[in-house]
């Protein structure tokens, strides 16, 4: 099992930057991709940026080019730098991992808040 904790959150102006992080505890060599999702009130939780052990990253069209994603295995950390953020990034933003096996399991964080006033 893994656990997960985000941190970095806060409140930014718009075109300003965060850096979120996210650190994995417990079997975390069983982690076969991780992921940043946000979920703002009211709406579902979508997928913003993945990365997968090969290092391959996608990237959700609404923050391509404006976010990286990046993960180090070693400390088993995982981060998410922002820029240009923009009001609409409002959001909280979770981290996911998922599991490796035959039956896989989605590991999630508490979330950490990001508010881009204007």
């Known amino acids: 099992q893994v656990q997960l904790v985000e941190s970095g959150g806060g409140l930014v102006q718009a075109g300003g930057s965060l850096r979120l992080s996210c650190a994995a505890s417990g079997s975390a060599s069983s982690i076969s991709a991780m992921a940043w999702y946000r979920q703002a009130p009211g709406k579902q939780r979508e997928l913003v940026a993945q990365?997968?052990?090969?290092?391959?990253?996608n990237y959700a069209d609404s923050v391509k080019g404006r976010c990286t994603i990046s993960r180090d295995n070693a400390k088993n950390t995982m981060s998410l730098e922002m820029n240009s953020l923009k009001p609409e990034d409002t959001a909280v933003y979770y981290c996911?991992?998922?599991?490796?096996?035959?039956?896989?399991?989605?590991?999630w964080g508490q979330g950490t808040q990001v508010t881009v006033s204007s």
């Open positions: 990365i997968i052990s090969g290092g391959i990253t």
């Open positions: 996911y991992a998922r599991s490796t096996g035959y039956i896989k399991y989605d590991y």
